[in-house]
């Protein structure tokens, strides 16, 4: 990483690159053994009172202090991925949400309000893919009343780590006592890869409809009767398919995790062994809802899910995979990079002051 002009090291940014990508070298203390230099790379979202904040493409600040900076540039923005489909942040961001819409929502300037009686942060968060309309300030009172008249806590949904993402205003949110809460990746994939996985698929059942025992195994409904906004989500989207592998005799397995989202739990006795949902929208296929039998996992259930949904995908037209799973998923994130998904970009669920929406 070359900072140098005639072999010296040199600061080429300054606070009117605030909202640019950059690479920063500082000095920072390494115990006993003195300084030693690290690298940031990140946007600048702020350059104030002495203090640079540079958002990595995970969501994560770093404040760093003038007086620690040794050299600094502006930097292409985040490169597009090797591997997987092209695509813009933003593009997956609007596929994703019309994947799983929410009950009700309502428009302010280019941020969607949504709202599903509290199920997922997901159907209940703001998506703010454009501007408000009207000064930040504003559009987070109105945000705060209109999920407050729900009974809802206001969330808005923030994407990091690419071209067009929204790390300046995860900064604005920061200034104003907005929490981020949870973390999550978007993973990419060719689809037809996924499709030729050498799985067994022969149990898997398709339909256009969920039926007691697959939210008899979702992990979100699985406690007792759904609430009617849980349902409706599910059904939603462009076109809609549901896997079902019906319970196996043998419930013997190893733990393990094969879930988008989180950890599956034990269902009700005569649940189905796995489970899983895809929203085929024009060239993307999205997964979801992909869960199994926890004495069941590890023996490619999940695979064979994904596998079977993949193909019905193809036969739609479809070219490309994404799915979602919370960065504290070890297990899912494992299992969907030996299926090929790649991170395209990060995004947060940020939480209002709790004071905004008593």
């Known amino acids: 990483m070359d900072f140098t002009t005639g072999g010296r090291l040199e600061i080429r940014i300054d606070p009117s690159d ?17 300084a030693r230099f690290t690298d940031v790379v990140g946007v600048l979202t702020s350059w104030t009172g002495g203090v640079l904040c540079v958002t990595r493409r995970t969501g994560a600040e770093v404040r760093i202090p003038e007086s620690s900076l040794v050299a600094g540039k502006v930097v292409p923005a985040a490169p597009a991925r090797r591997r997987g489909p092209a695509a813009t942040a933003a593009e997956l961001d609007r596929a994703a949400a019309r994947a799983w819409p929410p009950v009700v929502s309502e428009r302010l300037g280019g ?3 949504r709202a599903a009686g509290g199920f997922t942060r997901r159907a209940n968060s703001v998506l703010p893919l ?24 206001a969330y808005i949904q923030v994407s990091t780590g690419a071209e067009g993402t929204q790390e300046l205003l995860a900064a604005e949110l920061a200034e104003h006592g907005w929490t981020r809460e949870v973390s999550a990746e978007i993973r990419i994939a060719a689809l037809a890869p996924l499709a030729d996985l050498d799985a067994d ?15 008899a195994r979702y992990q979100r409904s699985a406690s007792g009767e759904p609430a009617p906004e849980v349902v409706r989500v599910l059904r939603g989207g462009p076109s809609v398919w549901f896997a079902t592998i019906p319970n196996l005799e043998d419930t013997e397995g190893t733990e393990g995790t094969e879930d988008t989202e989180g950890t599956a739990e034990c269902g009700p006795a005569g649940a189905p062994a796995a489970i899983g949902r895809c929203v085929v929208d024009g060239r993307w296929a999205g997964f979801t809802a992909v869960e199994t039998d926890p004495l069941l996992r ?9 596998t079977a949904l993949a193909r019905k995908a193809l036969q739609e ?9 919370e960065t504290d998923n070890d297990g899912a994130r494992a299992l969907y990079e030996g299926m090929g998904f790649t991170t395209h970009h990060s995004y947060h669920h940020w939480r209002a002051p709790h004071e905004n929406h008593r």
């Open 298 to 306: 590890r023996r490619g259930l999940a695979t064979a899910v994904m």
């Open 201 to 215: 698929v022969s149990r898997v059942a398709l339909s256009r409809d969920i039926d007691d025992a697959w939210l």
């Open 130 to 153: 454009g501007d408000p309309g009207m000064p930040v300030r504003d559009a987070l009172r109105r945000v705060t009343a209109w999920y407050a008249e729900r009974g809802l806590p």
């Open 111 to 113: 941020w969607e309000l």
């Open 317 to 325: 037209g479809a070219s490309a995979a994404y799915l979602q799973v």
């Open 18 to 34: 605030v909202g640019k990508r950059v690479s920063v070298r500082l000095t920072v203390k390494d115990g006993d053994s003195g």
